[in-house]
């Protein structure tokens, strides 16, 4: 079973930066693909983007621009770089290793007001 651990996570002022790290139990290396995702409670949880294990990413519309995924295959963790962050942000974020694994981890809280 695939674990993963989201941190990061926290108070910031709108316009700041926040970067996520998650962390896998495995080889990243091994996942084909890793994912971001957000969920506001009540809500759906919804896409921020993807890496591939060629280390392609792919990007929700409200991410592009403004979000950053990368990944550090030697410490087996996936980061999500969030800059010019605005209130409608706000939310708890999850990474998942989506394929093939379907494994998420317990997600890190968000909350970008001044």
């Known amino acids: 079973q695939v674990q993963l651990v989201e941190s990061g996570g926290g108070l910031v002022q709108p316009g700041g930066s926040l970067r996520l790290s998650c962390t896998v139990s495995?080889?990243?290396?091994?996942?084909?693909?890793l994912g971001w995702f957000r969920q506001i409670p009540g809500n759906e949880r919804e896409l921020v983007g993807i890496?591939?294990?060629?280390?392609?990413?792919n990007y929700s519309d409200s991410a592009k621009g403004r979000f950053t995924i990368s990944r550090d295959i030697a410490k087996n963790t996936m980061y999500l770089q969030m800059n010019n962050l605005k209130p409608e942000k706000t939310a708890d974020y999850y990474c998942?290793?989506?394929?093939?694994?379907?494994?998420w981890g317990q997600g890190t809280q968000v909350t970008v007001s001044s």
């Open positions: 890496i591939t294990n060629r280390n392609r990413t």
């Open positions: 495995i080889s990243i290396a091994r996942i084909d693909v």
């Open positions: 998942g290793a989506v394929s093939p694994y379907d494994s």
